[in-house]
Nanobody, 123 residues
Framework: VQLVESGGGLVQAGGSLRLSCAAS????????MGWFRQAPGKDDEFVAA????????YYAQAVRGRFTISRDNAKNTVYLQMSSLKSEDTAVYYC?????????????????WGQGTQVTVSS
C-alpha cells in the first residue's frame, strides 16, 4: 500500500489543522492505520491509531482530548484532526499502515509509511 500525507502547514498556537493520508495500491479496509510524529532532535513518537473498521481508536496521552483520528474506507483515507495545537506539537507527521487486525501502537508493527507532512505551531 502506498500512503501520501497532506494538510500540514504553519498554524498559531491554539489553532487547528486536519491532516489527511490517502492510500492506494491495496484494499484500504484491510489495514489498521496510525499517525506518528518526529520533532527536531527527537525520536519518532506514536500519536494515534485506528482499527480497520474505525470502531476502535487509541491516542497518546500528549494528544488525548485534542486530536481525533478517523477514516473513510470508501475514500481510502485516514484523517488526523488536530485542535488546541501547542508549540510542542511541531513535528513531521507520518501516517502508517499495518496488516494487523487491531489498533496498533508499536512502530515496528507497521508495514508501510508515508513520506510525512510538516506541522509547525507558532507560539
Amino acid at each position: 500500500v502506498q500512503l501520501v500525507e497532506s494538510g500540514g502547514g504553519l498554524v498559531q498556537a491554539g489553532g487547528s489543522l486536519r491532516l489527511s493520508c490517502a492510500a492506494s495500491g491495496h484494499t484500504f479496509s484491510n489495514y489498521a492505520m496510525g499517525w506518528f510524529r518526529q520533532a527536531p532532535g527527537k525520536d519518532d513518537e506514536f500519536v494515534a491509531a485506528i482499527s480497520r473498521s474505525g470502531d476502535n481508536t487509541y491516542y497518546a496521552q500528549a494528544v488525548r482530548g485534542r486530536f481525533t483520528i478517523s477514516r473513510d474506507n470508501a475514500k481510502n483515507t485516514v484523517y488526523l484532526q488536530m485542535s488546541s495545537l501547542k508549540s510542542e506539537d511541531t513535528a513531521v507527521y507520518y501516517c502508517a499502515a499495518s496488516e494487523l487486525d487491531t489498533v496498533v501502537v508499536l512502530q515496528g508493527e507497521y508495514d508501510a509509511w508515508g513520506q510525512g507532512t510538516q506541522v509547525t505551531v507558532s507560539s
